[in-house]
């Protein structure tokens, strides 16, 4: 393996680990969104539901937008 091919494996593989950080850090926010709107539910307090919701939503659609930087469906 060339020194060019050991740098470019390299890079690879960085960017690799890197869109992994980003789709568990995705899935990590997707989950704690989900915990918060069920505990919102709970308190049937409606803005803390909305807040919730829009939470979720967000999550969702970093989530989805991590996944299709990547690739990874």
């Known amino acids: 393996m060339t020194s060019t091919h050991r740098v470019t494996a ?3 593989i ?3 680990t890197a869109a ?3 789709i568990c850090i ?3 926010c997707l989950y ?3 915990v918060a ?3 919102a539910h709970q308190t049937q307090v409606d803005e803390w539901i909305a807040a919730a919701a829009e939470r979720l939503h967000d999550a969702i659609v970093a989530h ?3 996944l299709h930087a990547t ?3």
């Open 64 to 66: 989805t937008e991590a």
């Open 26 to 28: 995705a899935e990590r």
């Open 32 to 34: 704690d969104a989900e």
């Open 37 to 39: 709107l069920h505990i």
């Open 10 to 12: 390299t890079a690879d």
């Open 14 to 16: 960085a960017q690799a």
């Open 20 to 22: 992994t950080n980003e």
């Open 71 to 73: 690739h990874v469906h």
